[in-house]
């Protein structure tokens, strides 16, 4: 089985890339148990301060494998999304998402759940559930704390494209530059990181975070369930269905 997620480690910086190019890396169950152990070996890496999640090919994240989507039984997918959600948050190394490519539904999860956001001004943004008959709801836990209510209500209810100005505008992403900046801009925050002690990255980390982590535990098991019934529901799957055949066209 061909690995989905890589991980690099240089100059205290692990650098995890997203590469399921095949369906513009999508959240598939093998992506997200891989991402998740990366993580988890970022984690425990004691020459690791920082983490860069980055992805291969044009796109950053295409959102849930609509593909494994469509056979139903997402209930556990739900709770993995969940759960790598709070493991980016939780984790003691701060995440830096380098965003160079469009991202779409549960990507924005992962973005969400980082601490810095950097991303090209190129890149487009779109909550798409309501146009599958489905809600944000498990990537709700982490970008309803980031954006403004109004911006969350339009673009959540709307599904409409954005770009990285006004993701910046609405609190979802940290600062958006021109493609051939980004790189510079990442490291200028990854040098500043390099400045930090890791007891003091992990420690301020954890207060910053941690209105975040008790929504997730609060409200983590009830959206994971909400998900899974929208999901299986025969207007979603419809809807699923619908958009596969579109995509299989061209």
Do not use: W
């Amino acid at each position: 089985m061909t690995d989905l997620v890589h991980l690099d480690v240089a100059d205290q910086i692990a650098t995890i890339t997203l590469d399921s190019q095949h369906n513009r890396n999508a959240l598939s169950a093998q992506l997200v148990t891989e991402l998740t152990a990366r993580l988890e070996d970022a984690a425990a890496d004691p020459d690791v301060l920082a983490v860069v999640l980055a992805a291969a090919g044009p796109v950053f994240c295409s959102g849930a494998d609509l593909s494994e989507a469509a056979g139903g039984g997402m209930v556990e997918g739900a709770r993995g999304l969940v759960a790598l959600q709070r493991l980016i948050a939780t984790l003691p190394k701060p995440v830096v998402v380098r965003l160079h490519g469009p991202v779409r539904a549960g990507g924005l999860g992962l973005v969400g759940a980082a601490d810095v956001v950097v991303a090209a001004d190129t890149v487009t943004f779109a909550f798409t559930e309501v146009r599958l008959a489905l809600a944000p709801a498990v990537i709700s836990l982490t970008t309803v704390p980031r954006m403004n209510a109004r911006a969350a209500s339009r673009t959540f209810l709307t599904g409409e494209t954005f770009d990285a100005d006004a993701a910046v505008a609405y609190g979802l992403v940290t600062e958006a530059v021109a493609p051939d900046a980004l790189d510079g801009a990442v490291e200028t925050v990854l040098t500043g990181l390099r400045q930090a002690y890791p007891q003091g990255l992990r420690e301020t980390k954890a207060l910053l975070n941690a209105d975040l982590v008790d929504r997730i535990d609060r409200l983590g098991e009830t959206v994971a369930e909400q998900s899974a019934v929208l999901f299986s529901s025969d207007e979603a799957r419809a809807a699923m269905l619908a958009f596969l055949e579109r995509k299989k066209r061209g």
